[in-house]
C-alpha cells in the first residue's frame, strides 16, 4: 500500500466537491496518513469525535451496539467515502464503532484543523451539511426497511446495495469484493445468523447466489433485485 497522495485523491469525496486545485493541495497538506491493519479499530461508539477520516484504500466497517445490546452494521466504507462524519457536523462523540475489514489506508483532519479549512474554505462547510444529510435519508431507508419489510427482502436489497457499492465482475456474476459473513448480513438487516444462512442456502440452490467462506457472488442480479423490490 505505497500509494502517494496527490489531489486526485480528494476531487471523488463530497466533502470536497468544487474545490479548486489550490483549495484541494491546502487539504491535504493538512491531512494526516493512517495505516489500519485488518481487524484494528480506528475509533469506538462513545468515543470523542477529535478527527474525521477520508478512507484512501481498504474498507471499513462501522457499527452499532444498541441500548439492547445488539450489534447493527451500519454501513460498510469503501474507497473516496467519509467516515467519523459527526466530526465535523456538531455531534461530540462516534455514535459506531470503525473496524478494517481488510488492511486499509486513510487520511484524517482533526477537529481544530477542520474548524480551519472550513473558514479558509466555505465550500467545505456546505458540502459537508450535504453529505451528513445524505447519509441521514439513508439511515431512514434502512430503519424503514427494518420496520416494514419482509426479512427475505431486507437481505435483498443489503446485498443489490453491496453489489452496487463493493461489486467486481467476475466469471459467474458480481462478487462482493471485501470479506463478508453471514453474521455481518445478519447485523445489517436486523436478524439472526440462522435466518441468513437458511435464505441464503435457498438462494444458492436457485442459482442466485453464491457463497464461500467470507464470500459472496451474486449470480443472477435480476432475481435477486425482484425478491428486493416484490416484483
Not at 439511515?139 to 453489489?163: K, P
Request: glycine content about 8%.
Amino acid at each position: 500500500m505505497a500509494r502517494q497522495l496527490d489531489r486526485s485523491i480528494l476531487q471523488g469525496v463530497d466533502i470536497f466537491r468544487d474545490l479548486d486545485d489550490a483549495a484541494l493541495d491546502d487539504v491535504l497538506l493538512s491531512a494526516q496518513r493512517r495505516r489500519i491493519a485488518a481487524g484494528e479499530t480506528v475509533f469506538r461508539q462513545g468515543d470523542t469525535a477529535r478527527a474525521f477520516y477520508v478512507l484512501v484504500e481498504g474498507r471499513l466497517k462501522v457499527a452499532q451496539v444498541t441500548p439492547e445490546g445488539q450489534q447493527v452494521v451500519v454501513r460498510f466504507i469503501g474507497p473516496n467515502e467519509m467516515f467519523g462524519c459527526v466530526a465535523v457536523s456538531g455531534g461530540t462523540v462516534y455514535p459506531g464503532t470503525a473496524t478494517a475489514v481488510v488492511d486499509s489506508l486513510a487520511i484524517g483532519w482533526h477537529r481544530d484543523m477542520t474548524e480551519r479549512l472550513m473558514d479558509r474554505h466555505p465550500r467545505i462547510a456546505r458540502n459537508a451539511l450535504g453529505t451528513v444529510g445524505d447519509r441521514l435519508q439513508e439511515t431512514q431507508a434502512r430503519v424503514r426497511e427494518l420496520s416494514t419489510e419482509r426479512v427475505e427482502r431486507r437481505i435483498a436489497h443489503a446485498l443489490v446495495r453491496l453489489g452496487a457499492q463493493a461489486g467486481k465482475p467476475v466469471q459467474n456474476g458480481v462478487e462482493i469484493e471485501f470479506p463478508i459473513t453471514r453474521q455481518d448480513i445478519a447485523e445489517m438487516t436486523g436478524t439472526t445468523l440462522h435466518t441468513v444462512s437458511r435464505t441464503l442456502s435457498d438462494w444458492e440452490g436457485r442459482q442466485i447466489v453464491q457463497g464461500g467462506r467470507q464470500r459472496i457472488v451474486i449470480r443472477d442480479a435480476a432475481a435477486l433485485l425482484k425478491i428486493a423490490e416484490e416484483l
